[in-house]
């Protein structure tokens, strides 16, 4: 009997079951691959101390690989280090002050540093690939677990996602290119990395010259971060508007500290910029812009040479931020017209304005000039980059505010020639003094190159005070930092009234002695 008991009758898979089984193990791997990136993004980025730095690591699917090391607002190195599906990205986010003193307090904490700092990064990414291969094995079995109901395909998703894991992994580790670091590719500012501070080996070719000046920026910046605490308290005429002038900020960070103390203390009723906000006017360039909205008064701006369009651009994207570019607005009871720079020049090497660029300089100040004089209402203040482009507006409006220099000049203009009617007939603004041309220092101290140098460039702005007349009465001349001393001065002048005559065609304005006279340094 037992011999010839029969089999159970088992029928042949069907093709439609094979067929499900089939759609379900693909079905199964999507959404164990969708969990898997769900947990990658969610879960795959760190933080590490690096030298003084704190730098934020992640991980992202990546088709090329390679490696991207971010320095906002300067812009990113990119890296060819290694062909796997992952992108490696280290963004610094912040530098410690106290950290980055002790680092140039003595030469062996420096040396010692740099060393610990490979360590550190070793650690953050070890760390990272950790945490992001965990975090992706999470969210591959939850999402199946949800999905499916089954304990048997979460262990297979689990399963699954550990082979594509140690498969990427492997990928990268034998794809890396440890020598990718010596050919970098230099994304925003840092395109001009190699011009500004050679190549790795001319630094450590030089590294005590280096090392010197290292400690020279340092202490510079902490000098001038320092004195912004020590801003004398004014209390001007409260009827008076007030308007504070500042140029050239060269993308410094320390200066837009200074800016808000003085807007706020001095109860400024607009702040005109004349231009070079930024270095090289790239995209990365523009998170810089973003403090003009905390300023909380109307923002008036005319674009440097150093400024691109898309700087520009992110300015006039600020809520109290007008650009002016050829155009006139009133602000305050004040009409003002300006106009910016025609040039476009960011790199150092081609700052050095030949015959061609100062015509196009001179011609953007008589394209000013003809809109001021077809305007119905008469302009009290007009604002250009370029002191050259101030000469075709002597006897057009009373007062132009121009910078470019970093060095502080007061003049006055006499027309080169006689002003010329608009072709409607109408007469141009009435004209009883010379044009009045002001020209600010560096707001910025010229930025990082200022603070290079052994005698930091002063972070220079003016407070202007107007009457109800909408003439200048006087103006305040501020300098934070002076020769790198703790130091902040303030200097009242009074505007003297100038009427036309046979004179210089440049000369001092007749109060306080300690005004300069008009300078003919290059642009920079």
């Not at 991207?68 to 280090?81: A, Q, R, Y």
């Not at 020279?216 to 004195?227: D, P, R, W």
């Not at 960011?346 to 050095?352: E, L, V």
């Not at 101030?390 to 910078?403: D, E, K, M």
Request: hydrophobic share 40%; net charge negative; proline share 7%.
């Amino acid at each position: 009997m037992a011999a010839g008991r029969r089999r159970p009758f088992r029928p042949a898979p069907t093709r439609w079951r094979r067929t499900r089984q089939v759609l379900h193990g693909v079905l199964l791997g999507v959404v164990a691959i969708i969990g898997m990136l769900i947990g990658v993004q969610l879960g795959g980025h760190t933080t590490q101390d690096i030298g003084p730095f704190q730098a934020q690591l992640s991980l992202t699917p990546s088709l090329h690989g390679d490696t991207s090391v971010e320095i906002p607002p300067l812009g990113s190195l990119e890296l060819d280090s290694h062909d796997g599906p992952a992108h490696l990205q280290i963004r610094l986010e912040s530098l410690d002050e106290a950290r980055t003193r002790a680092v140039v307090a003595d030469s062996g904490n420096l040396e010692q540093v740099s060393h610990d700092a490979v360590d550190q990064l070793n650690l953050g990414v070890r760390r990272l690939a950790l945490q992001t291969a965990g975090s992706g094995l999470l969210g591959a079995m939850i999402l199946v677990g949800l999905t499916f109901r089954a304990r048997r395909d979460t262990a297979i998703a689990g399963l699954v996602v550990v082979a594509v894991l140690a498969s990427v992994g492997g990928a990268t580790a034998l794809s890396f290119k440890p020598a990718a670091i010596q050919e970098p590719t230099y994304r925003g500012l840092l395109v001009n990395a190699p011009a500004i501070i050679g190549d790795a080996r001319r630094i450590s070719d030089r590294y005590e010259e280096y090392r010197a000046q290292l400690q020279k920026i340092v202490l510079n910046v902490s000098k001038l971060y320092g004195t912004i605490s020590a801003l004398p308290v004014y209390e001007p005429n409260t009827s008076a508007t007030k308007v504070l002038h500042i140029s050239d900020m060269h993308l410094n960070p320390a200066a837009w500290g200074v800016v808000r103390t003085v807007a706020d203390q001095f109860s400024v009723d607009v702040v005109v910029d004349t231009g070079d906000i930024n270095d090289w006017g790239s995209e990365p360039e523009s998170s810089y812009v973003g403090e003009i909205s905390k300023l909380r008064v109307p923002y008036l701006y005319v674009r440097g040479n150093h400024d691109s369009a898309v700087t520009a651009a992110a300015v006039a994207k600020q809520p109290n931020a007008t650009v002016l570019d050829n155009s006139i607005v009133t602000v305050e009871g004040l009409t003002f017209a300006g106009i910016g720079d025609p040039r476009f020049t960011p790199d150092k090497s081609t700052d050095a304005t030949d015959a061609e660029q100062h015509a196009a300089v001179v011609a953007s100040g008589e394209r000013l000039a003809e809109k001021i004089l077809a305007s119905p209402m008469p302009v009290d203040v007009a604002l250009v980059h370029d002191p050259v482009a101030a000469q075709p507006l002597a006897g057009i409006c009373p007062l132009v505010l121009a910078g470019h220099r970093h060095a502080r000049s007061i003049s006055r203009l006499d027309p080169d020639t006689p002003v010329v009617l608009p072709s409607d007939g109408a007469s141009p603004p009435a004209q009883q003094e010379r044009t009045l041309l002001m020209v600010e220092g560096s707001t910025g101290g010229a930025g990082l190159r200022g603070l290079e140098s052994a005698k930091p460039l002063p972070l220079a702005l003016s407070i202007l005070y107007f009457d109800e007349d909408r003439h200048l009465s006087a103006y305040d001349d501020i300098q934070v930092g002076g020769t790198g001393l703790t130091e902040v001065s303030l200097q009242r002048h009074i505007v003297a009234a100038d009427k036309a005559a046979p004179a210089p065609s440049v000369s001092a304005v007749p109060t306080p002695s300690s005004v300069s006279p008009s300078v003919t340094t290059s642009g920079r």
